[in-house]
């Protein structure tokens, strides 16, 4: 990882003048970036998926079966991660860890919150004394908001909306159904722990909206259809104004459900699992194309970060993947379980067309925002991440590497 590096100038002074910035550049044009000034980032977009293999994003496994074009598409505008890591191999505390830039083991979360009902019964959730992405960027009159799988915790004081985040769509727990299996067109295959049925049979992992817990019952809507069009209406609402949005995709996390539209595009795929979940990351890819998509409507494209990432590998006892040259997967502490896909852009502040070879991780990605949009990091407490945009600027401090051919 990048050596971590602590400007000798006093933080006051910086929440100060970066509260300042953050006033200046939403209310100017275009010319942010003239004169020598650092520009800084309107908005900030994170894309998590759940349970993707590193090799199943098409720009790390060119000859692979899954074709992922839009995601591919954030790499080639700015920085694609070779060696990108998370902190643990399985969901809950690798998302903490990405949501509060520091270890998990901080604040005893290095576990998995455990199912629904126990999360539930022992109030397990990340400590309400952590601040978020959503913390520190809803302090810059930015709007927050928070689509998917949230899995920190099910009470109230873990609850998103509670947690720096003004909108909330989504579900609290590990996993939930995609769609009814009962719908005409509707493909799955039912593993030991992710049974086919309704959505309604997951009680905690309803579909939820807002601060009163709205229970969503569209179980016949794809969810990833559902999570896209979420996305995509909190851009067109929040294009005249800084916002922050986190999509936490739950594909391809079981259970290994798609629609006909999906699964027609893999015929050659003969494994019925795997043309399942293949099906499962295309819908996925649909979606970052379709939010990406409405940057570039809104002629937003420039001034947004927007990263992707997934909280961990794949999960083998599906029998829908493996992570083929690297050793092992979810719930394991080999490369598989923490080597994920690891894909950035910000036209105006990211040099485009970058592979970058160095050792990066998910701990980076709140000091990177932070640093992207203006903000210093709160100073009353350690963060274990590293700002990376110097290393990914137009003139980077640090030569980039880069790497060819591909390596898996």
């Known amino acids: ?74 790499g080639a505008a700015g920085v694609r991660f070779t060696d990108g890591y ?76 509670a947690r720096g985040y003004d909108e909330f769509f989504g579900f609290l727990t590990g996993q939930t159904a995609y769609i009814d299996p009962d719908v005409p067109g509707v493909v799955g295959v039912e593993t030991s722990n992710a049974p086919l049925v309704p959505r309604s049979v997951y009680r905690l992992g309803q579909v939820l909206r807002g601060a009163d817990r709205t229970v969503i019952d569209n179980s016949d809507l794809y969810l990833t259809e559902e999570l896209t069009r979420e996305a995509v209406e909190f851009i067109d609402r929040n294009r005249d104004q800084p916002f922050y949005l986190h999509v936490a995709f739950h594909a391809p996390h079981a259970p290994l459900q798609t629609t006909q539209k999906y699964y027609d595009r893999f015929p050659d795929i003969e494994n019925e699992a795997r043309r399942i979940l ?39 006892n599906t029998g829908a993947c493996s992570c083929e040259l690297l050793r092992g997967g979810k719930v394991t ?40 949009v203006g903000v210093p990091l709160p100073d009353d407490r350690d963060y274990d991440g590293v700002d990376l945009i110097p290393y990914l600027s137009s003139n980077p401090v640090d030569p980039i590497r880069v790497v060819d051919p591909i390596r898996v």
């Open 333 to 372: 502490g080999f490369e598989g379980g923490v080597r994920v896909p690891y894909l950035m852009q910000w036209p105006r502040g990211i040099a485009a067309g970058q592979v970058d070879d160095r050792i990066v991780s998910s701990l980076d990605l709140l000091p990177t925002i932070a640093s992207a």
């Open 278 to 316: 293949a099906a499962m990351v295309s819908a996925m890819d649909d979606g970052v194309g379709a939010i990406l998509e409405r940057l570039e409507r809104h002629g937003l494209t420039e001034d947004t970060l927007v990263v992707y990432l997934s909280d961990n590998g794949c999960a083998l």
């Open 86 to 161: 998370v902190t643990a191999s399985v969901c809950s505390p690798s998302r903490a860890a990405m949501l509060t830039g520091r270890y998990q083991q901080r604040f005893g979360f290095e576990f998995n919150a455990g199912n629904a009902a126990r999360a539930e019964a022992e109030g397990l959730g990340l400590d309400v004394d952590e601040r978020t992405i959503g913390d520190i960027l809803g302090s810059t009159a930015r709007r927050t908001a928070y689509v998917g799988k949230w899995h920190q915790g099910t009470r109230d004081e873990f609850y998103p909306t």
């Open 1 to 74: 990882m990048v050596e971590k590096r602590r400007p000798g100038v006093n933080r006051s002074c910086l929440r100060f003048l970066a509260g300042l910035l953050v006033a200046w550049v939403c209310g100017c044009s275009d010319s942010d970036s003239q004169g020598g000034a650092t520009p800084l980032a309107r908005n900030v977009i994170v894309i998590v998926a759940d349970d993707l293999r590193y090799a199943d994003v098409s720009s790390y496994n060119p000859n692979g079966q899954v074709r992922t074009p839009n995601i591919d598409a954030i």
